[in-house]
């Protein structure tokens, strides 16, 4: 089991940027792939981006892609979401999820996610 603690929510203006952080630790902290997922008011959770455990692979939501970027610093087991031109429609909780070495190699779906932070609030204004 991993457990994760995500940090770096806040208000932003439209336009602003903000840096998520997670946190993996336990056992098996250094051998997982890390997805993003956010979360709007009455809508479904979505994929945002995810990194495999050696930081040697990255794959985005196209609708994100050149705004955020996903990066990790092995040795601390953290994981970063820099979100850069925030727009409203970027208002969501974030989460940040653990997927076993035993799943795809790219995981996307919430299902192959089996550890869950407990999410950070971002809020753009505009």
């Known amino acids: 089991q991993v457990q994760l603690v995500e940090s770096g929510g806040g208000l932003v203006r439209d336009g602003g940027s903000l840096r998520l952080s997670c946190v993996a630790s336990g056992p098996t902290a250094n051998s997982v792939n890390i997805g993003w997922f956010r979360q709007a008011p009455g809508k479904e959770r979505e994929f945002v981006a995810g990194?495999?455990?050696?930081?040697?692979?990255?794959w985005y939501e196209e609708s994100i892609r050149g705004r955020f970027t996903i990066s990790k610093v092995v040795a601390a087991n953290t994981v970063y979401l820099q979100m850069s031109s925030l727009k409203s429609e970027d208002t969501a909780v974030y989460y940040c999820a653990a997927a076993g070495l035993g799943s795809r190699k790219t995981p996307r779906y919430a299902r192959d996610f089996g550890s869950w932070g407990q999410g950070t609030q971002v809020t753009v204004s505009s």
């Open positions: 990194i495999d455990w050696s930081a040697s692979n990255t």
